[in-house]
């Protein structure tokens, strides 16, 4: 399953400039309402997902499929749109945070902080710069 998604990942960086994020709503109705995460002394971040599966998966981890909290693929833009509007409080992005890393103190590990999260979507959404002729 973990090459699986490796697979995916790859593919998906090659066929397309653009990123495309899962993010989990408390709500399917109200997608104001993102998860965010603690992380260490009482900072959080959003939690984004490369892939719905592993979205869902973390939902399962915690038994709350079906309980109000909704996956939904979420375009880079709009990730930068929560992090400064609804999640101004999330000063950084958890990206594919797994379940276990939430209770031994790794969160930190998978986690950028939003000016470099926002550069580096912005960049890549830009794509590749050519050098000048010159």
Do not use: N
Request: hydrophobic letters at 40%; proline letters at 4%; glycine letters at 10%.
């Amino acid at each position: 399953m973990v090459d699986e998604l490796a697979a995916r990942r790859r593919l998906r960086r090659s066929s397309c400039a653009c990123h495309v994020f899962y993010v989990l709503f408390a709500s399917e109705h109200l997608l104001i309402h993102p998860l965010t995460l603690e992380l260490e002394k009482g900072k959080e971040a959003l939690a984004a997902f490369s892939h719905k599966e592993e979205a869902e998966m973390f939902l399962r981890s915690f038994g709350t499929t079906g309980e109000g909290w909704r996956v939904r693929e979420t375009s880079s833009g709009e990730v930068v749109s929560l992090l400064y509007g609804p999640c101004f409080g999330a000063k950084s992005v958890a990206l594919d945070p797994l379940p276990q890393m939430l209770g031994e103190g790794f969160l930190g590990l998978v986690a950028l902080e939003r000016s470099r999260f926002v550069g580096w979507v912005t960049a890549r959404e830009r794509g590749p710069t050519l050098p000048d002729a010159g």
